[in-house]
C-alpha cells in the first residue's frame, strides 16, 4: 500500500501545527495541505483529492459537517474523521449521519490519531469511547414506531390502506377473505393507537408506508 494522503482541517493554527509535525514524521503518511474552514476544506479537498480528512466541527465560514457533507458528494471514498472537542449528541449524530468515518476527541493522543488514519483506509472505524456510549444509549433508548409491531401480512394490509383501497380492494388484491381483511384492518387500528381507517391511512403516508404494484405475496 503507497502513502497515505492525509489532510487537515481546523481553525486553530496551533492545532494544524502540531498534527502536520508529527504527520510529517510518519513514513507513510504524506501531508497534503491543510484548510482553516470548511468552505476552503472543500475547495482543497477538490483539489488534492485526499485519502483521508481530520475533520474540526466547528469553524467560521462553513462548518465541518457541512463540509463532510460536500466533500462526500465529489469524492465518496474519502475517509473523514472528525477531530473535535465536542460530543454533545448535537455535533455527534449530525456529524455520523453526514458521512464522518470516525469521530475522535482532541484529548486523544497523536498515536491515537494516525492510528485511526490507517485504520481508516482499510475500511475500519473508530469511535472516541463517549462518543460510543452516546450512540450505545440512544440506540438502548430508542422508541418502536408502532407500525413495527405489525406483522408482515398486516404491514400488506396497511399499505394497501394507504392506497385508500375498500376491503373488498385489499381482499381482491391481497388474495384473502374480505372478513380475514377486517380483522387485519382491526388489529392495524389497534396496533397504531388510531380510531379508524383514515387516520391509519394517513399514518402509512407519513410514514413513507406505501404499497407497490407487482408486490403481491
Known sequence: MGKVKVMIVDDHEMVR???KTYLLTEDRI????EAKSGKEAAQLAKLYMPDVILMD???ENGNGIDATKKILTFHPHCKIIILTSYYDDEKVFPAIEAGAHS???KTASAEEVTSAIY????GESVIASKVADKMMNRFRT????PHEELTSREMDVLKCLGEGM???EVSEELFIGVKTVKTHVSNILS???VADRTQAAIYANRNGILYKAGSKE
Open 17 to 19: 501545527l502540531g498534527m
Open 30 to 33: 504524506e501531508f497534503l495541505g
Open 57 to 59: 466541527l466547528l469553524m
Open 103 to 105: 469521530y475522535l476527541l
Open 119 to 122: 485504520k481508516a483506509v482499510k
Open 142 to 145: 430508542r422508541e418502536a414506531m
Open 166 to 168: 375498500t376491503n373488498q
Open 191 to 193: 396496533k397504531l393507537g
